[in-house]
């Protein structure tokens, strides 16, 4: 993609870096000197050029020399630029030709802040060398002109320890003179993808033999052909909650040539863990893997990111939390620290009232031909109980709410489920969960400015858990908010197995409906015994792989 001149310093902006700067310094100019003479010539100084000033973390692996090693591995982790498309995720640092030099003329460069974390190349005639301490620049380099390319060899972790500057230092040495020139750049920093990108690809665990996931495997096999979307079948991160393995997110870096971009996918565990082991088969050109290190994790199931908006460009992050104390909120905020080191604030929602407790129990972004762009679907426990009251008005009422075999032990009749009181009772946690729900929609329309017609709501019913599980709520009714967005007009959800009423699946005829509203198609599979009865869904089961923006 070819841009205007001014497309890489529009980029920076949008990303929140500052652009690259550069700065000369006579380090002992000559008091007199002849107008035509090299000690004239290099008292004007080098002038280095940075362009945008942005350079990537470069953790893909474009030759893909990795193989199936787990260990950390990608094009940042040797001292060779692996191939032309490892070279195009350089940042280039230009020299600009100093014809005037001497023949005796040399020059040094290197790394000073940001050494540790970043790595220099420089172009020669027979490609790419890396630069060490005892790199000398020709006389016949500095009148030419010379190029650079940098790279990083991680993310920014901890502002305190590496905010992420990179400069560049050069200096020029011609006739007893020497005068400096520096270039300062910026680590690009990790985005993170939303629903509005296109799906490229749909990751799955097909590891697990058992009925019951082959036959969610071969259903969503099924739904998914017809819209194109292939699906990358893979081995078992997290057991079988593929979305929990990993977040996708990428860093793009703004050339003169438009945007370079790569994903990166985040995995919670260090890399001795064995999470990535069934994902090695996605790694490659422009994709590669970075772990969010030792304490710091999150299930990414409850990491969601709503789209662009006027005060965020980037889009903002939505994190379900509880109260520091309870189990895995250390390592979780950990995690928000490591995203708020890449630019992001994100937004902590209340997920407390959930046994599992991730936002994409809760909300799910939809894609819109609106001015916006997008929608929000939101569970909503009031349209299901409203459900369950319609199949009780219906005559329906001695029926089970849920008529799974193996959801037989947990289900109450549509009639108790929404008596006031008595055993079955549903409206208590019901109720409760509107209103935590509601809270974090107002966080969220105050963040974006989303409006109430802007909001799908998406029927849902919660079962207060055995005491075991603290008494927290889990669907009863699987849940279709926890749906696999794979086009933009199409959920795979999953299958409701509520009572019938006049042949009729009443949950599935109410979420046919609300996301009909949205011009959203529902293709539907069984998760009842792969997923549901373990507090997943199609959605916890899946994860996809975006395109990124150009």
């Known amino acids: 993609m070819r841009t205007s001149a001014a497309a890489p310093v529009a980029l920076a902006v949008a990303l929140g870096l500052g652009l690259g700067t550069v700065s000369a310094q006579a380090v002992t100019p000559q008091a007199t000197t002849p107008p035509d003479s090299p000690a004239r010539a290099v008292a004007t100084g080098p002038a280095l050029d940075a362009g945008a000033g942005v350079f990537l973390p470069n953790l893909d692996d474009d030759a893909k020399r990795c193989g199936k090693t787990v260990d950390v591995c990608n094009d940042a982790t040797d001292e060779i630029v692996n191939g032309p498309d490892d070279a195009k995720d350089l940042a280039r640092i230009r020299l600009a030709a100093m014809p005037g030099l001497s023949a005796s003329a040399t020059g040094t460069v290197g790394v000073t802040t940001g050494a540790a974390q970043t790595r220099l190349f420089v172009q020669t005639g027979g490609g790419w060398q890396v630069v060490k301490p005892t790199t000398r620049l020709t006389a016949a380099q500095l009148k030419q002109g010379v190029t650079f390319g940098l790279e990083g060899k991680d993310i920014v972790r901890d502002p305190a320890v590496w905010d992420g500057t990179a400069t560049v230092a050069l200096t020029v040495t011609d006739a007893g003179t020497s005068t400096s020139a520096r270039a300062t750049l910026q680590s690009a920093p990790l985005l993170t993808t ?83 082991k069934g994902l090695l088969g996605l790694r490659g050109p422009d994709l590669g893997f970075v772990w969010a290190g030792k304490g710091v ?3 990414y199931g409850n990491v969601e990111t709503l789209p662009p908006t006027k005060g965020a460009p980037n889009g903002t992050l939505m994190i379900g939390t509880r109260p520091p104390q309870t189990k895995g909120s250390k390592e979780l905020r950990g995690f928000i620290n490591l995203m708020k080191a890449q630019g992001h604030t994100p937004l902590e929602l209340d997920v407390d009232f959930l046994v599992v407790g991730h936002v994409d129990e809760i909300f799910q972004v939809l894609p819109a031909n609106t001015a916006r762009g997008w929608r929000l679907a939101v569970a909503d426990p009031e349209a299901g109980l409203s459900v369950d009251r319609k199949a009780v008005q219906a005559g329906a009422g001695s029926r089970d709410v849920v008529r799974h075999p193996a959801g037989k032990i947990l289900t109450p009749t549509a009639a108790a489920a929404v008596k006031a009181g008595g055993k079955g009772s549903l409206l208590p946690e019901n109720r409760e969960a509107a209103r935590v729900i509601a809270k974090n929609l107002r966080t969220i329309q105050q963040a974006t400015g989303l409006k109430d017609s802007e909001i799908v709501r998406i029927p849902v019913l919660y079962r207060a858990l055995d005491k075991e599980d603290g008494g927290k709520s889990g669907s009863l009714v699987p849940s279709a908010i926890n749906s696999l967005l794979i086009t933009p007009d199409t959920v795979i959800a999953p299958k409701q197995f509520s009572l019938r009423v006049k042949g009729n699946d009443v949950f599935e005829q109410a979420v046919t409906n609300a996301y009909r509203s949205a011009g959203i198609t529902v293709r539907w599979v069984d998760d009842f015994e792969s997923h549901h009865v373990g507090s997943g869904e199609v959605h916890c089961a899946t994860n996809t792989l975006r395109a990124l923006p150009v």
């Not at 739904?223 to 081995?235: E, H, L, R, Y």
């Not at 079988?240 to 393995?245: G, K, V």
């Open 297 to 299: 994790g999150a299930s």
């Open 194 to 276: 939303n629903h509005t990108m296109p799906t490229r690809q749909v990751v799955v665990d097909a590891s697990d033999s058992s009925p019951a996931n082959t036959t969610f495997l071969t259903e969503l096999l099924a739904q998914a052909k017809p819209t194109g979307i292939p699906v990358f079948q893979g081995g078992a991160p997290f057991r079988w909650f593929m979305q929990d393995a990993f977040e996708q997110m990428y860093a793009t870096m703004p050339t003169e040539h438009g945007a370079q971009s790569m994903s990166v996918l985040m995995l919670s565990e260090t890399p001795e863990a064995t999470t990535a």
